[in-house]
């Protein structure tokens, strides 16, 4: 029997220190050393829930893969697996626990984080600039550890960051994440408003798509709007709103204004210059992880003395950019996952302290 946990019992702190990874398919099976308890998300081919371990109580999250339907699902989970233990160990990326595997099911155990991304900025409506480029800094540092390792995430948004109790934003979810390789990397894969330009148009890539994918979050954070929108009357004959959201990337029409979005404090020109180098529409131009740290620190010193940099994003505009509502179908993601249960958490903005 697996064990039980009482439901009036008190959460215990969540852990943080890996635990030797294993696949145990054999006679001790994932609950036999863990109990279920709240679901955080519900995806079409996963699901993540908190859980708690038997023995010693730590609280961690599992999520939960379906591959007993097919040796593909199988090969996706194991592969989701394998790069998650590649990438162990950074600070800004969601640890790997443990894992378990039996004929139906992947359970990776991974570290539970305290809030997501989304969460943590609508927790004060204090959030300035200097707030939001800390937050895409730490975004940085977790795909430049993913691109050090020849890792290519493949769905960079900022419903795939989370923030821990301490204020540390790391990268999850490895669904779509792939080895890089030597000719370039084919197939649509992500969410359709965050796609590259080489992607859409079918060209192989490279890690510089996921630089693209965060310059275009950035861009939804401090402009309050995504970088392209659609233009149905252009073209009629297009009637998925995923098709059409691709040709205006593939043809960059109408092109990205870097102009807020109406009652959103317009960002410094630092914040504006720095955006437009991570949607450099040339890969072979386009920074690399790595060289936009590099350029982040000299945007945020300069960002720093620009009065622009001290004005507050209203609680509206942040809603926007992490609800989907600014503006974007929910058809346009090539994969959706469900939003958290329950509200969002009122906690004090700890990203700050970390600017």
């Not at 346009?332 to 600017?355: I, P, Y």
Request: proline share 5%; glycine share 6%; with cysteine.
């Amino acid at each position: 029997m697996g064990c039980t946990a009482s439901s009036g019992a008190k959460p215990s702190r969540s852990c943080s220190a890996p635990i030797a990874s294993r696949s145990c398919s054999g006679s001790i099976g994932f609950r036999e050393k863990y109990a279920f308890h709240e679901k955080l998300s519900q995806g079409a081919f996963a699901e993540v829930r908190v859980c708690v371990h038997c023995d010693t109580g730590r609280e961690c999250a599992v999520k939960i893969l379906q591959a007993g339907g097919s040796e593909e699902s199988r090969l996706e989970a194991q592969r989701e697996c394998l790069l998650m233990r590649r990438l162990a160990g950074h600070p800004n990326v969601v640890s790997l626990l443990d894992n378990y595997n039996d004929d139906r099911y992947w359970y990776l155990v991974i570290e539970k984080c305290e809030h997501s991304l989304c969460d943590m900025l609508l927790a004060n409506s204090g959030v300035q600039e200097k707030h939001l480029l800390c937050a895409v800094r730490q975004m940085l540092l977790g795909l430049a550890q993913c691109h050090s390792m020849h890792v290519v995430h493949r769905d960079v948004k900022q419903d795939n960051f989370l923030v821990s109790n301490e204020g540390v934003v790391k990268l999850c979810d490895f669904g779509l994440a792939t080895h890089e390789k030597p000719d370039g990397i084919f197939g649509i894969a992500g969410t359709a408003h965050l796609m590259s330009p080489e992607m859409v148009i079918d060209r192989p890539y490279n890690q510089k798509t996921d630089v693209w994918s965060l310059g275009a979050t950035a861009y939804a954070m401090l402009f309050g709007r995504y970088p392209f929108k659609m233009e149905k009357d252009r073209y009629p004959h297009l009637k998925s709103e995923t098709l059409l959201m691709r040709r205006a990337i593939a043809e960059n029409s109408p092109p990205p204004t870097y102009v807020a979005h109406k009652g959103s404090p317009q960002p410094s020109d630092a914040a504006c210059e720095f955006v437009q180098a991570l949607l450099q529409r040339d890969p072979k131009l386009r920074p690399s992880a790595r060289e936009c740290l590099l350029l982040e620190a000299q945007i945020a010193n300069a960002a720093r003395t620009s009065k622009k940099a001290s004005q507050e994003y209203l609680i509206p505009h942040l809603l926007g950019i992490c609800s989907g509502l600014c503006p974007l179908p929910a058809t346009c993601c090539e994969k959706r996952e469900s939003k958290k249960e329950g509200e969002f958490c009122r906690t004090s903005f700890q990203l700050a302290k970390l600017a």
